[in-house]
């Protein structure tokens, strides 16, 4: 994309917006802010105008983490027809719905309308002709729909509003009275009236224990590989035949399994003996990965089938009213007063497209069933006859505890052994997720989106105890995860293909590491015997957790440093520290940043997964009135109502 160039002084008298962050968070933020802003500052547009400064040392829409610039082989984990970065009918929210074409909308008109060999190159333009409805692009090609975003996005900005993209990093925030100053890497200082923080995950210095371990490693000769972003991983010091550990088995992992394995010249072909499987063909470039964490499987796969019996009706049991009473009435504890009400969530979600869309499987129909579903308590034996007496096949019914903890009573003598027991739960997770047969795993999926947004609004309220802060949300957020965040079915059929012949193998859930000069040795709690593997090499398999107080980011830093940003600390009723964050703080409305002396500042915002506004993805799928749309707009208008009117920058200043 050409860079906008304007002077800046050429427009010191208008006022100015800078967002620190040019990738799908930042773009959302920009479409927001053109969308209200005739609304909200029609005189200024009509007058000096509005600058918009868009500040990313990555390509502007796409950003790090979607650039073009990484392996081919990454793919998404959305199919194309889930998503989008457009506001549709469904979402509700003060600014004005402004539609526009979701991934899969946009990748049909190009090959229809557009040319797209000369907007991309070969291999993506082949795989853009390729894609489907159905399919998982690689994240090459959603770079590719991201900068068509940010374009069209600026193409509409209102008459007035000026968007000035900087390929560059932002390293400083201060203030010279009311105005703002960002000062960028390459030397330019921009003044504004506003700024937006919207940095995405941020890079964070060793923890102490992380420092100490790749200490110990390098001293023994070891290697250790700490929690960064898997693309951006030096994978070069892993051996071909080495035995490697990686520590964590959600995305990071499948993306590490991609880049040691078909990234080194592997192939996977059809299996001949089962149409549904896949084989691998090494290259002999392979290490042998054995993998572990707390759960110790995969994550569940996302769902290939669309829903059978219409969207549920949600919210029903967690909607918003809910929601405020449990707010007015904190502190709220979540285990016992929030989870039953997230859990019969769930479950309506799940049951109203069984009932829906597999009549053929119940006993009853959905008004009865509605009935006296929403009459017993979760997990009451009420509701434990109910179900039984109206799904007569176990398989339909919905298993939280079976979700949450994949290997629950699994237990095998040694690793050997092992192994033909994970693959068999694996296997089964992918066939429930892609056989129409089992679509109320996507009611229970739209359901839980549904929850995430509630719990959002409970955590950001205040009203929630410390303890459920610490403790309750991370173990909803890892949950959420494993269910909503699952790779596409074709990765696990391909892990499913690496796994048995034993390139990549399996410890079980609660995996323990130790270190000592022979090696890195692992062990779990499913291993009943205690077998143990050594390797010369430990991977920590995740992204680092968020810490304001170790980040990398400059600006940050220099936020935190003099009070104007603070570290969300979570202390129990005695005043002891629960547990950091490592979140910065901000104001659940609209991203304001608190500061530590306990204010809000009111022109400076901050959104993403950095700050304790937590929102389901920087985009969405289609028609679900998405948190994340609802946030964007909120955030957007308030940067609005911040800026001053055109008369108070009338005169440039000096």
């Not at 073009?68 to 998503?83: C, G, I, K, R, Y």
């Not at 810490?547 to 005043?575: I, K, P, Q, W, Y």
């Not at 799928?621 to 964007?632: E, F, K």
């Amino acid at each position: 994309m050409p860079r906008t160039t304007v002077p800046l002084e050429s427009h010191r008298h208008a006022p100015a917006v800078v967002v620190v962050g040019a990738g799908p968070r930042g773009t959302g933020i920009l479409e927001r802010m053109a969308a209200s802003a005739p609304e909200l500052y029609a005189d200024a547009l009509a007058g000096p105008g509005l600058d918009v400064h868009l500040v990313d040392p990555f390509p502007a829409g796409a950003g790090r983490i979607w650039r073009h610039e990484q392996s081919p082989l990454l793919a998404m984990n959305s199919m194309a027809a889930d998503v989008t970065m457009y506001t549709d009918d469904s979402v509700v929210c003060a600014g004005p719905v402004a539609p526009g074409p979701s991934f899969w909308e946009w990748a049909q008109d190009l090959r229809e309308h557009g040319d797209p060999d000369a907007e991309m190159e070969p291999e993506v333009a082949a795989e853009l002709r390729a894609v489907t409805a159905s399919t998982f692009p690689s994240r090459r090609l959603q770079s590719h729909y991201l900068g068509a975003v940010l374009r069209e996005v600026i193409d509409r900005a209102p008459a007035g509003m000026r968007v000035h993209l900087h390929r560059t990093s932002a390293v400083a925030l201060t203030e010279e009275g009311d105005d703002q100053m960002v000062g960028l890497a390459d030397g330019t200082t921009l003044r504004a009236d506003a700024v937006v923080l919207a940095s995405g995950h941020l890079d964070a210095t060793p923890t102490d224990d992380e420092r100490a371990l790749a200490d110990r490693a390098a001293a023994a000769g070891l290697r250790y590989l700490p929690p960064e972003q898997t693309s951006d991983s030096d994978l070069s010091v892993i051996e071909p035949g080495e035995t490697v550990l990686a520590r964590g088995l959600g995305l990071a992992f499948i993306d590490l399994v991609a880049l040691l394995f078909e990234g080194r010249g592997g192939r996977f072909v059809p299996d001949p003996d089962d149409p549904d499987a896949l084989r691998y063909l090494p290259s002999g470039r392979e290490p042998v990965l054995i993998g572990g964490s707390p759960r110790g499987a995969t994550y569940h796969s996302k769902t290939h089938y669309q829903l059978r019996g219409g969207r549920p009706p949600l919210p029903r049991f967690l909607p918003p009213e809910t929601t405020d009473e449990l707010i007015a009435d904190g502190p709220v504890d979540v285990r016992t007063r929030v989870w039953p009400l997230m859990a019969k969530e769930i479950g309506w979600g799940w049951y109203h497209e069984l009932f829906h869309g597999h009549p053929d499987r119940v006993r009853c129909g959905w008004d009865e069933f509605a009935e006296a579903f929403a009459a017993t308590g979760h997990d009451s034996p009420q509701e434990a006859a109910l179900i039984a007496s109206a799904v007569p096949d176990p398989v339909d019914r919905l298993d939280l505890a079976a979700l949450d903890r994949p290997l629950e009573g699994l237990h095998a003598s040694d690793l050997a052994s092992l192994q033909p027991l994970v693959r068999e739960r694996i296997a089964e997770d992918l066939r429930r997720h892609v056989d129409d047969r089992y679509t109320p795993y996507l009611g229970a999926f739209v359901a839980m989106l549904s929850v995430y947004t509630e719990t959002t609004r409970l955590a950001g309220s205040g009203a929630l105890t410390a303890r459920s802060r610490a403790v309750d949300l991370p173990w909803w957020q890892g949950f959420f995860n494993a269910v909503a965040s699952g790779p596409p079915g074709f990765r696990v059929r391909q892990l499913l293909a690496l796994a048995r012949d034993g390139h990549v193998q399996f410890l079980g859930a609660g995996m323990q590491v130790s270190l000592d000069d022979d090696g890195f040795h692992a062990t779990s709690s499913t291993l009943e015997s205690g077998d143990r593997v050594t390797a010369p090499v430990l991977v920590d398999a995740r992204l680092p957790d968020p810490s304001l107080s170790r980040t990398a980011d400059r600006l940050l830093a220099g936020l935190l440093e003099r009070g104007e940003a603070v570290e969300e600390m979570l202390h129990d009723e005695d005043g002891t520290v629960l547990r950091n964050t490592g979140l910065l703080s901000v104001r659940p409305a609209d991203g304001a940043l608190h500061t530590a002396g306990g204010e809000v500042h009111e022109r400076r915002f901050a959104v993403g997964p950095h700050t304790t506004v937590k929102v389901a993805g920087a985009f969405t799928r289609p028609g679900m009135n998405a948190q994340s749309l609802r946030y964007n707009d909120a955030v957007a208008r308030a940067v609005l109502a911040s800026l001053p009117g055109p008369a108070a920058r009338a005169t440039p200043a000096a």
